[in-house]
């Protein structure tokens, strides 16, 4: 079984729409997540991080982290084409150890 | 802010040579990483580093490859005898540890 399964898309959505991404693991060390957004060509950029399970908001997006049922969410509210990406999950070990998902392409269209 | 720079940003190099990608972390980072993505798929783990030694690396990391933090600012990737489906980009990503990720813009390596 993979450390990590994203279902990779392609997701396309109009603009205005809620997005939902979404990750599962396997791993149950991991304690850590963190959700990157890639643009085609370019480095891995941060977007959120949380720690354990629960919800974290930071503007448009919440980050949501179920242990239990080792589920990890993106939402993205009020969509923008600026957010036409790739987006990745990336659980974390205590002994930082950091594992991506195949990522999830996204398109929002105006 | 302080970011994780790479250099180049591109390569070319004829196979069988040797390459080295370069990588300034942030500067108060303790963990240092790196991965490679071959165009279109994921982000693969290549190998990590902490205090002075590799902590953990992949099975992609064989013995063609090396790193080293040959100063208190600087981390390289080596990569001997390049075949043509070494080409990807390489990513490097520095933590200070218990804490978030960050990664530079990454070194796209061609191989011909």
């Known amino acids: 079984q993979k450390e990590v399964e994203q279902d990779p898309g392609p997701l396309s959505v109009p603009e205005g729409a809620i997005v939902s991404l979404n990750c599962t693991y396997s791993n149950s060390a991991f304690q850590y997540f963190m959700w990157y957004r890639q643009y085609s060509r370019k480095g891995p950029e941060l977007l959120m991080y949380?720690?354990?399970?629960g919800n974290k908001e930071d503007g448009r997006f919440t980050a949501q982290v179920d242990k239990s049922s080792k589920y990890i969410s993106l939402f993205i509210r009020d969509s923008q084409p600026s957010d036409s990406a790739t987006y990745l999950c990336?659980?974390?070990?205590?002994?930082?150890?950091?594992?991506f998902g195949t990522g999830t392409s996204l398109t929002v269209i105006p | 802010e302080p970011e994780v720079t790479q250099t180049p940003s591109h390569q070319v190099t004829q196979m069988g040579q040797e390459v080295i990608l370069r990588c300034v972390p942030i500067?108060?980072?303790?963990?240092f990483y790196w991965y490679r993505q071959i165009l279109g798929q994921k982000v693969e783990f290549l190998v990590s580093?902490?205090?002075?030694?590799?902590?953990?690396k992949s099975e992609i990391f064989d013995d063609q490859f090396s790193v080293e933090r040959p100063d208190g600012s600087n981390f390289t990737l080596k990569i001997r005898s390049t075949k043509l489906e070494d080409s990807a980009m390489y990513f490097c990503a520095s933590t200070e540890g218990n804490t978030e990720a960050f990664f530079g813009q990454g070194t796209r390596l061609t191989v011909v």
């Open positions: 949380t720690y354990s399970s």
């Open positions: 500067s108060n980072h303790l963990y």
């Open positions: 580093f902490y205090n002075n030694e590799i902590s953990e």
């Open positions: 990336a659980p974390r070990t205590p002994g930082n150890q950091f594992y």
